[in-house]
């Protein structure tokens, strides 16, 4: 960890990773700006977004955090700015995201043949027909507009196949439509996310948080009467990660695959996803604990002993998310029983991934307590 001593304080600790985090949010926003319009430069725009988004996260997690040590009006006015910019700038990642976890299950559940390679994501082409407010020159992502008998989807089904593979005949007969109506509105909803991105960044919204960002990259706002130590901070963001894991429902996730999990604590009559939220606010919580610790030790990795846990918890809202567009889906008029069947499937194996990475989570946080033990004991 970063030892203070009489010609480092506090302040010049946080300071200096303020600054360098401002100062990579402006190096991607400049790379962002300049990417051009080929699908070289498209993949550029998007690690650029990436970046951008990353850095805002980390910038608003460690005025969170750290906001005793900082100038509170100004800290409270941009930590929902960055958090508003980042989330804009994740959904189209997500949508895209969750469209081929989707597609990927649905063919290893009812074992049709697999799916090309989708083009690279940051892969954008011009659109014929532009979604309600978004510009007709704007680009949008061409991921998701395969069409379901290009990706083998249609293809028909050979007698015995179900006897060969073991797929029930209802799963394979509507896994094609099922596939083809997520593509739509995933696809849809991504389009729509992709333009409102670019909204964003020729918003007046955007130019006060890029110009503050801009004054945090040369100058940190600092209160006159700082406290003289980053630790006992850094020490409540662990504590309150504490706090968010010990009133999870850990006892279940140890076992994998326990349907049990899926109903505890719950009404017969309430939906598995009404348990996510602890879930997600315990994420949240991790991130915050890693930046803080990025800022004591000096390392974009932070606490490495973490790192699987994060994963866990990564994967948890990605299924958990997969699962939520599933029933949706499956709640749209007038679908065929055999395509409401398919995503009924698709739901479930969704879940039972929420179950898997909540015991991946259990046993990975159980293998950071034996390691802190271990590193405590003398």
């Known amino acids: 960890m970063a030892q203070l001593n009489h010609e480092t304080t506090a302040g010049d600790i946080l300071s200096a990773y303020l600054q360098g985090q401002a100062t990579e ?3 991607s926003l400049r790379l962002h700006r300049e990417s051009t319009t ?8 998007l690690e650029a977004a990436k970046a951008l988004r990353h850095a805002a996260r980390r910038i608003g997690g460690t005025l969170h955090t750290f906001r005793p040590l900082l100038d509170q009006e100004w800290a409270a006015g941009l930590r929902p700015e960055l958090a508003w910019l980042s989330g804009t700038l994740a959904r189209e990642h997500a949508y895209a995201t969750r469209l081929e976890r989707l597609l990927d299950a649905l063919h290893r559940l009812s074992g049709t043949p697999t799916v090309p390679q989708p083009p690279v994501r940051g892969d954008v082409t011009a ?3 532009t979604p309600a407010g978004a510009h007709p020159t704007q680009a949008v992502p061409a991921v998701g507009r ?9 293809q028909p089904m050979t007698p015995g196949a179900d006897e060969q593979g073991g797929t029930p005949r209802g799963l394979t007969v509507g896994a094609a439509k099922a596939a083809a109506l997520l593509e739509r509105q995933l696809t849809l909803a991504r389009t729509r996310a992709h333009s409102t991105a670019l909204q964003a960044f020729g918003s007046s919204r955007f130019h006060a948080v890029a110009d503050n960002v801009a004054v945090l990259a040369s100058e940190v706002p600092l209160r006159n009467n700082t406290v003289d130590d980053l630790k006992p901070l850094a020490a409540r963001a662990e504590e309150n990660l504490t706090e968010a894991v010990t009133d999870l429902p850990l006892g279940q996730a140890g076992h994998p695959y326990n349907a049990e999990a899926l109903v505890h604590g719950l009404a017969a009559d309430a939906a598995p996803e009404a348990q996510d939220a602890p879930w997600l606010k315990t994420r949240a919580l991790l991130r915050l604990h890693r930046y803080a610790q990025e800022v004591l030790t000096g390392s974009p990795d932070g606490d490495l002993r973490l790192s699987d846990a994060g994963h866990a918890l990564d994967r948890h809202r990605e299924a958990a998310d997969a699962a939520s567009a599933a029933a949706a889906a499956a709640r749209t008029p007038r679908i065929a029983p055999a395509t409401a069947y398919a995503l009924g499937v698709l739901h479930a194996d969704q879940r039972h991934e929420v179950e898997a990475a909540r015991f991946e989570f259990h ?3 159980l293998r950071e307590l034996r390691e802190t033990e271990a590193v405590g004991s003398p």
């Open 146 to 154: 395969r069409s379901a008998r290009r990706n083998g989807w249609a």
């Open 38 to 45: 080929d699908a070289q430069g498209a993949e550029e725009s």
């Open 363 to 365: 046993q990975a946080w």
């Open 25 to 27: 949010f402006l190096r």
């Open 127 to 129: 659109v014929a027909s």
